[in-house]
Structure formats: C-alpha cells, structure tokens
C-alpha cells in the first residue's frame, strides 16, 4: 500500500500538472470574485470564506478523472479488481484517494491562507478556513472517488464526474463554510458545525472506497 501510494503521488503531480494546475484553477477564481462584486472590501471579507471552500471545491472536482484513468490505461485497474476481495479493493482505494488527496489537493489547503488576503480577511477566519479545508476537502475525495469509478470506463468522463459528485458535496460545503464563519461570527458556533465536517470524513472514508470498489468491480464484469 505504501508503494501504491508513492506511485500515485508521483503520476498525480507529473499526470497534467497535477497540483499546478488545481493551485492555478484555485488563484484564478479566487482573483475574479473581486472584479465581478466589486471593491467593497467588507463584503469580500464576509464573502471570503464561502468563496474559498467554492474555488477549493470546483479545484477538487478538476482532477478525479485522473483518479483511475492511468491504471485503465496500463491495464493495472483489471489487476486490482481482478487479484483483490471487496474489502481488499475498497483498501486499494482509500490509498489511491489519499495519495491523489495529498498530491492535488492539500496544495490547495496550503495556497488557502494566501489566497484569503485577497478576500480582505481576518487572520482568525484565514486559518479557520484553512482547517476546515484540510479537514474537509477529503470527503470531497473520497466521494469524487464513486463518482470516477463509475465513469472510469468512458471516454471523456470528467464532465460526468462533476454532474454526479457536485450535488453530493453540498452537506461538506455546507459545514465547512459554517465552521468558518462561526470562527469569526460571534454568534455563530464554530466547534459544532466543525465536528460534524469531522464525522462527514470519516464516515465517507468508509463509504467511498466501498462504493467505488462495488462500481469498479461491476464495470469489469
């Protein structure tokens, strides 16, 4: 498993860019939101966190059809399906959507803080929502990994991939804008909506590989 992971970081960041072009993706609509709602810096300020977990979250959806694709390629993919159980293959997985995690999108979490000065924020709600990314971007991993498993074996599949995670999302989206602003909003709680993005992960941990181990199998039957 080690050596699987260590392989998929390596074909992430070298397959298309990788992390490059999610942290491009990330700084490009992160520099746009100021054109297109103008120079009010309070709002961008209160806007900055929702707008953070947007970019971050499109970011992600940019790159789980490669999730899969260079093992279809090599043939590798028949192997795993074929060698391993269901839970041997679900196992399989989780270190795949951790690998991709670490090469594609925790660059994202660290170009976070940054991009948060462009949203005029406070230095509380910059590293809030940075926590928040780190703890909630790989949810959005382990269920883009369903939505790449099924779409593993078409041939342009990205497209689908986005219709068919994105509405999944949302309750991630969700608790991880409101953990931030309750770091900043005085009334709102941070702690609450923060431990249930927490459970989201860990409970998706467990879902997603199974999902996209039952799909993948299917698709090779």
Request: include cysteine; charge should be neutral.
């Amino acid at each position: 498993m080690l050596a699987l992971f260590l392989r998929d970081i390596r074909l992430s960041i070298r397959a298309g860019g990788g992390a490059l072009v999610g942290v491009i993706f990330f700084l490009a609509v992160i520099v746009t939101i100021p054109f297109g709602v103008g120079p009010d810096l309070n709002l961008l300020s209160r806007i900055g966190p929702a707008i953070l977990w947007i970019a971050a979250l499109l970011a992600c959806l940019l790159g789980l059809d490669r999730l899969f694709q260079a093992d279809r390629e090599d043939g590798s993919l028949d192997l795993l399906v074929l060698n391993g159980d269901r839970h041997m293959l679900a196992l399989t997985v989780l270190t795949k959507c951790l690998a991709h995690w670490t090469g594609s999108v925790l660059p994202l979490v660290v170009a976070a803080p940054l991009l948060g000065l462009f949203m005029n924020m406070e230095p509380l709600g910059i590293g809030a929502t940075a926590l928040t990314l780190l703890i909630g971007t790989p949810a959005i991993t382990f269920i883009g990994a369903a939505g790449a498993a099924v779409a593993v074996a078409l041939p342009r599949g990205g497209l689908l991939i986005s219709v068919l995670v994105l509405p999944l999302t949302i309750p991630v989206l969700i608790f991880g804008v409101s953990a931030s602003y309750g770091a900043v909003a005085d009334p709102a709680p941070f702690l609450q909506p923060f431990l249930i993005l927490a459970a989201l992960t860990l409970f998706l941990a467990v879902v997603g590989p199974l999902a996209a181990a039952l799909a993948l199998r299917h698709g090779t039957d």
